[in-house]
Nanobody
Framework: QVQLVESGGGLVQPGGSLRLSCAAS????????MGWYRQAPGKQRELVAA???????NYTDSVKGRFTISRDNAKNTVYLQMNSLKPEDTAVYYC????????????????WGQGTQVTVSS
């Protein structure tokens, strides 16, 4: 019913930059929250940055000042600009969206993208 398509991952040297994109499509009535999570090998998935249902932004402490989340509501797209990348940022990055569908606009549904690999290495 809803698809999240991510792009922009890759291999970058420490100190470099990448920009991730996530576009949502399908029977969308509204998107109440949208953001990025990541999972490194052997670790739990963690929040990186997200727009909350109240319109605020949340960042995990380790990326504050380096990563910026932005969105284009007309395109149902969220972006993650990642600067000053560090090897510890290496992970699979997943897009998440909390969506209300056109047929059931009173009910929240969580969707995940397929993930995009970000590798920071010299």
């Amino acid at each position: 019913q809803v698809q999240l398509v991510e792009s922009g991952g890759g291999l970058v040297q420490p100190g470099g930059s990448l920009r991730l994109s996530c576009a949502a499509s399908g029977s969308i009535f509204s998107i109440n929250a949208m953001g990025w999570y990541r999972q490194a090998p052997g670790k739990q998935r963690e929040l990186v940055a997200a727009f909350t249902s109240g319109g605020r932004t949340n960042y995990t402490d380790s990326v504050k000042g380096r990563f910026t989340i932005s969105r284009d509501n007309a395109k149902n797209t969220v972006y993650l600009q990642m600067n000053s990348l560090k090897p510890e940022d290496t992970a699979v990055y997943y897009c998440n969206a909390r969506v209300r569908l056109s047929g059931t606009p009173w009910y929240d549904n969580d969707y995940w993208g397929q993930g995009t690999q970000v590798t920071v290495s010299s």
